[in-house]
């Protein structure tokens, strides 16, 4: 099954762009939250993309992480599965910071020191603090093929690219606070010369 629009970039070139350290715009169907996500290899993220991510999409910067990971940390859910009452049923977790190397874990530097600690193969619970300033989400254990979320997809992509399974995902708004659809996505990537996918591209894929 192919999904592909002429608009929209291959799942290889999505794939190139992330492993080469770039951040893409991925969009998911109109008929689920309509929005795209920018969205980097979690073990690419620097101060500077972050700064981008905080001023250029002005979403929530999240960290999306395999549930394995998250069990390794220690990283709870904010609320247990059976609880989770959200539309889209998002795995948000507790909220962490690292321990070390940040001052007030809020500026694009200490939210990028977090990041890389809790990616780290080594990484360890007690080198994380809660609550802090980076939001962890755990993806489904069966992909995009278990929840066609922008949490599931960015982690298979940069897995795909053969990364560390875990990326950083922000929602990407509009200036005047609305939230950017494909139109405005579509110029978004433009103006800053970043690689657009879509998620159904991903899914079918795998088909």
Known sequence: ???????????????????????????????????????????????????????????LICLSLTPQKCQELNIQLMVPHDDNDSSHKTNFTVSIDAKHGTSTGISAADRAKTIQTTIANDSKPEELVRPGHIFPLMAHPDGVMGRNGHTEAANELVKMAGLTEAAVIVEIMNPDGTMARVPELLKFAAKHQLKIGQIADLIASKK
Request: hydrophobic share 45%; proline share 0%; aromatic share 4%.
């Open 1 to 59: 099954m192919n999904t592909q629009n002429k608009e929209f970039n291959t799942i290889a070139e999505l794939l190139s762009a992330l492993a080469d350290g770039e951040m893409i715009v991925l969009c998911d169907n109109a008929d689920r939250e309509n929005e795209g996500d920018l969205v980097m290899a979690a073990e690419k993220v620097t101060a500077e993309a972050i700064n981008f991510m905080a001023g250029e999409a002005r979403g």
